[in-house]
């Protein structure tokens, strides 16, 4: 098979690594690894599979992700991070033997209200001040009462909560969650689990009965500043294309749709074969470098729908044909994040169904 121009290569190698790291920052934690939106554009069954020997538990937004997993044969457990809003889900929770996030008193509510064979684990989750999903802190004994009381529930239950400004360490929000969280369930016995990716790495005081790492894992940094480096993980996913055509173009002439960019002086140009149909985002602005071997080439123009140009001026022995990095392993994704105006979590995520696949297992020599 020829392989497509445009593709991701995925280290399952690298994958493993941050696991490990994850495991290092939070020795005491068990790992629920987050894989929602098809492992942050990772492809889920891959990751699950690669995963699924290596963590405590997998976490997905929705029921749908999680029965796709069951039926690619993922075994062990699984959170919905979502939670239900029907009996027929709860029924399916069941079935597909899932665990689940409690976040509403109308939950409660239809767990009161349902008959089933067996119980599910619950996972009760308290806002503590992100104010999307969540029962008040002042709902909560109230609610805990009520559900110890469904034959439905299996007891105990684990009790959870999700910060809102985690990667930014001068933030006194998340202090102030930890505490919200610790004086509401003090007095209660059960698990619980709080820290995502950012708060694994800068809230040591966060790291209990279980982590929830998503974006750590996938080898990018969660933090407001810096680099994955920097905290020693490793890459995933590697963006790759190729150059289809080089040509000069001369002095006051523009390149690409709305004619943005314009020559200053004679210009070695190159196509390369990706647009934000792949998921390259076409808000990056000039000068976002791409790799071509080891040296950086601007992107000049307007990102069209299959197709970018880039400047060669200064990368002399560039051919037809060779590969390109957008993000990865030697371009952090990070980097083009900030030259895009957006997260790393997006562009991970935006990585669309034609771009190919690729997996490899090892890690590339250093
Ligand atoms: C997505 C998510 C996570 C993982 O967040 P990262 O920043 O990727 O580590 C953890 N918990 C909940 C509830 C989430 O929705």
Known sequence: MIPAAAHIELNMAALRHNVC??????????????????AYGHCLIRIAQNLSAEVDALAVARLDEAIRLRKAGIQGRILILQGFSQIDEIEALLHYQLDVVVHSEAQVQLLESVALADSITIFLKIDTGMNRLGIRPEQFSELLSRLQLCQCVRQPMVFMTHFANADDVQDVKTVQQLTVFTKATKNYAGEKCMANSAAIIAWPDTRLDWVRPGLMLYGVSPMLKGFAKQLGLLPVMSLYSRIIAIKQVKKGETVGYGATWKAD?????GVVSIGYGDGYPRHAKQGTPVLIGNKRAPLIGRVSMDMLTVDLNACSGVQLGDQVLLWGDGLPVEEIATCAGTIPYTLLCGIT??????????????
Do not use: D
């Open 265 to 269: 002086k004679n210009t070695c140009l």
């Open 21 to 38: 790291r994850a495991r290092e920052y939070a020795p005491g934690s068990k790992v629920m690894a987050v894989i929602k939106a098809n």
């Open 353 to 366: 169904q034609r771009v190919q696949v690729l997996v490899k297992e090892h890690l590339s020599e250093a």
